[in-house]
Nanobody
Framework: QLQASGGGLVQTGDSLRLSCTSS????????VGWFRQAPGKEREFVAT??????NTYYADSVKGRFTISRDNVKVYLQMNSLKPEDTAVYYC?????????????????WGQGTLVTVSS
């Protein structure tokens, strides 16, 4: 029900903005998170935003470089100063409640991911 988009191939230091939309229902009352999974690695938490956009939380690995935000339609992940270790498939997910933590178990609705590749 969720679709992430905006991925691509970039170079170290470049920026990308990912978007997350829903085609079947609104998640305006739900927290939304971004997760990523690199080749051969487990899925990891990236960032989360509360239902109204007032609260955010980031993984240490992206803090200061990534910014999560939302409007009435989409949730965004602005990624600056990208590094090769940011290479992964990025997924957005809607939490069961107004706020989701860094735990994947908080999220009930997952979408297809978008691939981000950062070359060195």
């Amino acid at each position: 029900q969720l679709q992430a988009s905006g991925g691509g191939l970039v170079q170290t230091g470049d920026s990308l903005r990912l978007s997350c939309t829903s085609s079947r229902r609104t998640f305006s009352n739900n927290g939304v998170g971004w997760f990523r999974q690199a080749p051969g690695k487990e899925r990891e938490f990236v960032a989360t935003v509360s239902w109204n956009g007032a609260n955010t939380y980031y993984a240490d690995s992206v803090k200061g470089r990534f910014t999560i935000s939302r409007d009435n339609v989409k949730v965004y992940l602005q990624m600056n100063s990208l590094k090769p270790e940011d290479t992964a498939v990025y997924y957005c997910a809607a939490a069961r409640r107004a706020w989701g933590t860094s735990s994947a178990s908080d999220y009930a609705y997952w979408g297809q991911g978008t691939l981000v590749t950062v070359s060195s």
